[in-house]
Structures are given as C-alpha cells and as structure tokens.
C-alpha cells in the first residue's frame, strides 16, 4: 500500500484544488490540509507576525471501505508512477 497502512478498512480519497494531487488518507474530513503542497510553512515567519494561512485545499470526494481501499491506493499510486486518469 502507498498511501495508507496495509489493512487499512476504511480512509478518505481527496483531491487538491491547488496541485491537482489524488490521494488517500486516514483522515477523513470534508476538507483537509494537501500533504502535498499545503504544509510548507515559512519558518522566517517571527512570533510577532500573523500566523501563515494554512488552507484546507484537499477536498474530500468520497470514503473508500473495504477491499475498495486496496485498489484505490493500487490506481492512485500507479497514476503517481506514469499511469493514466483513464480509470476516472
Ligand atoms: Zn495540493
């Protein structure tokens, strides 16, 4: 498995908004923070400047359950390897 431990049973699929990434994760919430481009925080920032926005850009699409898990982390991470979107 590529996004999620083995034997997960139950975890969000997402899409970013911002870099267009599909994954899989635990979580599972209508909206998270993309691991992928949102938590690249600007560590310059001092205590007394304004926190930095993170934005929740990866939204849920839907919960994937079951042996439906292993073959959404099977496609996700084969897209991430050169496959196609054909599949969608
Ligand atoms: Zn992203």
Partial sequence: MY??????????????EDCEMRFLDLRIAPRIVCPYCGEEVDMEIGPDDEMPQVEEKAVLVKVVEGDEVERMDGLLSLALTGGDFDWI
């Fill in 3 to 16: 996004f999620v431990p083995d034997g997960t049973q139950v975890c969000g699929y997402y899409e970013c």
